[in-house]
């Protein structure tokens, strides 16, 4: 381990970035969609293992946000967004996701979906978000016709 590294524990054992090389055109879509879902879960990985709170994303250094999302593009802004968007998540005054630093459209469906159990709120537009959506759509449509049709009826004498 690389002692003048703050962030060198976090990488151990995790050689999947290292190890995962691009095709480039020779990779189909579904290739192309995994391949960013392993790095992107990666990436996720140690920042939620460096930052696992709002709290502790306010605390850390942009500059450890920054390395951990470097191969994202754009890490000295990412970073800072995440800083911003934490330390406004933690204040008292917003009401609606969108008002966080940072959230547009694609994140507050993401979260009316999978955080506020909410997808009848949202029409989501990305790709694999509307697959999940639809999926989760029709499973409540059909629990919702299934509890119906298994509910005692009531006899009027």
């Not at 999302?69 to 967004?81: D, E, F, P, V």
């Not at 998540?89 to 940072?102: A, E, R, S």
Request: with cysteine; glycine share 6%; net charge positive.
């Amino acid at each position: 381990m690389n002692s003048m590294n703050p962030l060198a524990a976090i990488d151990e054992g995790d050689g999947l970035l290292k190890a995962m090389k691009c095709r480039g055109s020779a990779m189909t879509i579904e290739e192309k969609m995994r391949d960013a879902y392993l790095r992107v879960s990666g990436i996720l990985r140690r920042l939620f293992r460096l930052c696992p709170t709002a709290e502790d994303a306010v605390r850390v250094p942009v500059e450890n946000l920054a390395m951990i999302i470097q191969s994202l593009g754009l890490q000295n802004n990412r970073a800072r967004a995440i800083k911003e968007m934490s330390a406004q998540y933690l204040q008292d005054g917003w009401t609606h996701v969108t008002q966080l630093h940072g959230v547009g459209k694609y994140a507050a469906d993401a979260y009316a979906i999978f955080c506020a159990g909410k997808p009848e709120d949202v029409v989501p537009e990305d790709y694999m978000l509307v697959k999940y959506w639809e999926f989760v759509v029709n499973w409540r449509s059909k629990q919702r016709r299934l509890a119906v049709e298994q509910s005692p009826t009531k006899v009027c004498s």
